[in-house]
Every structure is written in structure tokens, then in C-alpha cells.
T-cell receptor, first 111, second 110 residues
Framework: EAAVTQSPRNKVTVTGGNVTLSCRQT?????MYWYRQDTGHGLRLIHY???????QIGDVPDGYKATRTTQEDFFLLLELASPSQTSLYFC??????????FGEGSKLTVL | GQQVQQSPASLVLQEGENAELQCNFS?????MQWFYQRPGGSLVSLFY?????KHSGRLTSTTVIKERRSSLHISSSQTTDSGTYLC????????????WGLGTSLVVNP
């Protein structure tokens, strides 16, 4: 069973604060994704990557940076957090295309 | 407009009843995936189903590409089936990203 681990699981910050969400997968999957989930909008893709050093722009990238430092690690960065970024964030991975494996989610609240 | 439509948006069952969840799509696809999301929790893949019918316990997924629909059948529902069911399709034009439906919220009462 593929393992995707996110941290932190819960984070509260203030407007303008810096936040880094971390994701690690231990199955040598090529693709990794960052999504946000909001009521009424479903899952929306922020950024994704198909390997170390690679970054692809998703559907809602504004206000977010991401970096894939290794095959295992994918980070989502909010450098000037805003209340509109309050959301539930999910990381996911897949070998190439096909079945997607999700982390447990990171709940972010921006006050 | 929304390329993936799920119905119904919500459903309430008595334990033991069956459920049929639908996913209709307006674009060509490589495959359809069904996920289950625990209340307030993560997503778990139920089926990765390019076409045809797949079974897993009390769950059956059927995807008919030419009719642009996929269904998830839950038989003999249990309270632990409560949660949200999401479908997502892999677009034939860009298989690196999934196109998601908004989900069906299922409540199974004892």
C-alpha cells in the first residue's frame, strides 16, 4: 500500500504569515500533486510535479509556490497567507498515470 | 461548464438498502476513478476503471465510455459507508491531471 505522509496536519497562521506544507511519499512515485478542497468547489489542483526538480502549474496556482526537492518530497509554500487560503490541503502521488494515493490532509486556517 | 457531473448530490439510506451513484462526463477519457472520503478525512481509491465493470466486496463500478457515464453501486449499505464518494476522470488530452466531480454525500442510518 502506497504511503503518503503530510505535515503538519493542522496549522493556524495569521494574514501575511509564511506557511510550508510538507508531503513525503515512500513508493518512488513519479507524479506528486497538491490539491485544495473547499465546500462547493471540490478538489482543485494547485501544483504538480513529475519528478525531482520539476514543477507544473495547476488550475489554481495564484498565491502558492511549490518545490519538489527529491523523488519523495514535495512542498507547498504560502509566502503571504491570506484568509482565502483557509482550506483543507491534500497531497497525492501516482507512479505515472493511474491510481492516485492521497495523504491524510492538512487543515490550514488563516486568521 | 462542469465536465464531470455527479448525482445525486446527497443521499440518505437506511442500513441494508442499495445505492447507485452516477458520474457523467462531457469529455473523452482514458479512465475513471472512484474515491471514498471519510467525513473530515482523506481520500481512498475504490476503483481505477478504464472501462467495463469491476467488483470489490459490496461495491461495483461500471464505466461505459461511449455513453460517457460511470456508476458506483453499493449493495447492502452499512453505517460505515457514510461519507463522500467522488469520481475523477483522466482526460485523454492530458492524462497527467484528473478532472473531478463535486461528490455525492452519503448518509446511512442504522
Amino acid at each position: 500500500e502506497a504511503a503518503v505522509t503530510q505535515s503538519p496536519r493542522n496549522k493556524v497562521t495569521v494574514t501575511g504569515g509564511n506557511v510550508t506544507l510538507s508531503c513525503r511519499q515512500t513508493n518512488s512515485h513519479n507524479y506528486m500533486y497538491w490539491y485544495r478542497q473547499d465546500t462547493g468547489h471540490g478538489l482543485r489542483l494547485i501544483h504538480y510535479s513529475y519528478g525531482a526538480g520539476n514543477l507544473q502549474i495547476g488550475d489554481v496556482p495564484d498565491g502558492y509556490k511549490a518545490t519538489r526537492t527529491t523523488q519523495e518530497d514535495f512542498f507547498l509554500l504560502l509566502e503571504l497567507a491570506s484568509p482565502s487560503q483557509t482550506s483543507l490541503y491534500f497531497c497525492a502521488s501516482t507512479p505515472n498515470t493511474g491510481q492516485l494515493y492521497f495523504g491524510e490532509g492538512s487543515k490550514l486556517t488563516v486568521l | 461548464g462542469q465536465q464531470v457531473q455527479q448525482s445525486p448530490a446527497s443521499l440518505v439510506l437506511q442500513e441494508g438498502e442499495n445505492a447507485e451513484l452516477q458520474c457523467n462526463f462531457s469529455t473523452s477519457l482514458n479512465s475513471m476513478q472512484w474515491f471514498y472520503q471519510r467525513p473530515g478525512g482523506s481520500l481512498v481509491s475504490l476503483f481505477y476503471n478504464p472501462s467495463g465493470t469491476k467488483h470489490s466486496g459490496r461495491l461495483t463500478s461500471t464505466t461505459v465510455i461511449k455513453e460517457r457515464r460511470s456508476s458506483l453501486h453499493i449493495s447492502s449499505s452499512q453505517t460505515t459507508d457514510s461519507g463522500t464518494y467522488l469520481c475523477a476522470l483522466e482526460d485523454v488530452g492530458d492524462n497527467s491531471k484528473l478532472i473531478w466531480g463535486l461528490g455525492t454525500s452519503l448518509v446511512v442510518n442504522p
